[in-house]
């Protein structure tokens, strides 16, 4: 096996905001895992409130390139097993691995990855296409440029019913609600029942991921569904959000790959909770991972290209917001760098 990875510093077509703070450019990082004739990609985003930036990974895997390379390739959840003991404090890094590792394996097969977990491409859920936290006029613009038929909206400021009505006097489309633990109980508890008035379908990750007491008090009295994010980080988080959420959204940076995602999603289901997967404003490659899981969710948001300036790969239809894959072996997924 030979290992190879790109950086790139990805422009968003806006300013993207969220309770956190704003950001022009997303930084990832591309693995490329050749064996013989067939090569796998992964990508990893860096985002620094989880303190993994784009110069560890790559000193992560400088230090052990190799040891990744030594493996011998079978399938991907053995190569997953290997990665994780040998990268225990780099989870993103494990992810762009074990994303190549699941390519390359699809390629091997020559099967798509919802074809290699005996899926079918039907009845998936549409997307979402996010509107990130500005002034109410640019929010509403953002809206237009984009005629959509479910927006997330990204929360947490004092004028979030302001600007949740504002954006519904110019659709009717689904509208959820992102507020990045960006409320405390008492301003949750006030706003969600206003914002169930205002047709918001779900809401995701409204307190802080410490406040459980403040979850179990607002899942026993919310009226919208709440969805864990920044709670939801690891397998083991699964259980902690059984009755404090009514569903998880698992994100594939955070949790470390494709294949603790796959057994997060059969424990949720377990659990009798619903499942979204999201994005962390990748390209097509780490969103093809994403798109493949779509015959196994309720929810999700895998909007990353739509909302960058560039990209770095193709194969991913978004024509209807229904995304498709290619039927590509593999993420299905062409890149455009060398």
Not at 119 to 135: A, H, N, R, S, V
Not at 267 to 285: C, D, F, Q
Not at 303 to 319: F, K, Q, R, T, V
């Amino acid at each position: 096996m030979k290992v190879k990875y790109w950086s790139f510093n990805l422009p968003f077509k806006h300013p993207f905001t969220i309770s956190r703070g704003t950001k022009t450019h997303q930084p990832s990082l591309v693995v490329e895992l050749e064996v013989g004739r067939f090569k796998g990609y992964g990508e990893a985003p860096a985002i620094t409130y989880y303190n993994i930036t784009l110069e560890q990974m790559i000193e992560d895997l400088e230090k052990k390139k190799t040891f990744v390379e030594k493996f011998a390739f079978t399938d991907p959840e053995r190569y997953w097993h290997y990665l994780h003991h040998l990268f225990p404090n780099n989870p993103f890094l494990v992810c762009a691995l074990d994303m190549a590792g699941w390519d390359l394996f699809g390629k091997m097969k020559r099967k798509p990855l919802y074809d290699l977990w005996n899926t079918k491409f039907e009845k998936t859920p549409i997307t979402d296409y996010t509107i990130g936290i500005d002034t109410i006029e640019k929010m509403v613009t953002k809206m237009q440029e984009k005629p959509w038929l479910i927006y997330k909206i990204k929360l947490g400021t004092p004028d979030d019913i302001a600007i949740v009505e504002a954006l519904r006097k110019h659709t009717d489309a689904i509208l959820r609600v992102d507020a990045n633990s960006g409320w405390t109980t008492k301003e949750a508890l006030e706003k969600i029942p206003v914002l169930a008035g205002l047709g918001v379908e779900m809401i995701e990750q409204p307190l802080d991921k410490a406040n459980w007491e403040g979850m179990k008090q607002l899942f026993a009295e919310s009226p919208l569904p709440l969805f864990a994010d920044e709670s939801c980080v690891f397998e083991q988080d699964v259980q902690k959000c059984y009755e404090h959420f009514h569903g998880v959204n698992i994100k594939l940076t955070k949790c470390s790959g494709i294949t603790p995602a796959r057994r997060m999603i059969t424990k949720a289901r377990e659990l009798g909770m619903k499942v979204m997967m999201g994005s962390m404003n990748e390209s097509s490659i780490g969103s093809a991972a994403v798109v493949h899981f779509l015959p196994q969710l309720d929810f999700v948001d895998v909007d990353g290209p739509l909302l960058l300036n560039e990209d770095i790969a193709s194969g991913l239809d978004y024509s209807t917001g229904q995304v498709k894959p290619s039927n590509e072996p593999g993420l299905g997924i062409s890149i455009n760098f060398s």
